[in-house]
């Protein structure tokens, strides 16, 4: 199998695209850029790739609420590529505001009768932007390790993971938890989400969206502390996109 095909999706609003791009194609997949557009008007294009990822940013301004008009733009058609992909071994990835796209598209529902999730104003209130580190105990998410930790860092106003009243989430669909780490500076948590989650997947494990962001620690010297440790291989942010590329198909 030849390197799998990334399309990253693009709309107005959209910042952290073209590092998307970069962290894909640094672990070995052939990623491109492809608007919003031209994904709607032709929700057939989504069949020419292996990989979908909604990045980071504040799409179409974040007004109504984060995500809420790109996820509207999806419509049911698109949903429905997004689908088939999964069905044939591909995989999906929302970043930060692609993650608020993701269940507000309803592509993340949660527990044994798709219970509705969100996210929300951090109960700071404020925008968060520092680094955390996480734990991954998802053994059937394409994307992660089973028992690593990860640090990477975070940069969001409505990142609280939230469930509609009397729901509940599984473990099995929880992919990442804030954790305690040496290097913390302030709340495990940072935005308040329930059960301290900080990604999810789909009961396939092959959609996930997460709130922190991988495409900015993929070389060593992104680290906050890379002066005073050694270099490693494959930086967390960079392990997420390789682990995925290892698992199309």
Not at 145 to 150: E, H, I, P, V
Not at 170 to 186: M, P, Q, T
Request: a negative charge; proline letters at 5%.
């Amino acid at each position: 199998m030849g390197k799998p095909r990334v399309a990253i999706l693009r709309s107005a609003g959209i910042n952290c695209d073209e590092e998307t791009v970069f962290a894909w194609n640094l672990a070995g997949a052939d990623a491109s850029l492809v608007h919003l557009d031209e994904v709607v008007a032709t929700p057939n294009r989504v069949d020419e790739y292996d990989i979908l990822t909604f990045p980071g940013g504040f799409s179409f301004g974040d007004d109504i609420s984060a995500g809420a008009i790109f996820a509207s733009r999806l419509g049911r058609q698109l949903s429905d590529a997004v689908r088939r992909l999964v069905d044939r071994g591909g995989l999906v990835l929302g970043i930060c505001n692609g993650f608020q796209v993701l269940v507000k598209a309803g592509l993340l529902n949660v527990g044994d009768t798709d219970t509705s999730c969100s996210l929300t104003i951090n109960t700071s209130a404020r925008f968060t932007c520092r680094w955390v580190t996480l734990e991954s105990n998802a053994p059937h998410c394409a994307f992660l390790d089973a028992g690593r930790k990860y640090f990477l860092p975070v940069a969001h106003a409505e990142g609280r993971f939230v469930v509609s009243d009397g729901g509940e989430i599984g473990s099995d669909r929880i992919a990442l938890k804030y954790a305690e780490g040496v290097d913390r500076i302030g709340p495990i948590n940072p935005n308040g989400s329930l059960n301290d989650i900080a990604a999810i997947t789909d009961s396939t494990g092959r959609i996930m969206g997460l709130m922190p962001h991988p495409e900015r620690y993929v070389r060593h010297t992104q680290h906050p502390f890379w002066t005073t440790l050694p270099e490693v291989a494959d930086p967390d942010g960079l392990a997420i996109f390789r682990t995925a590329v290892k698992n199309v198909g």
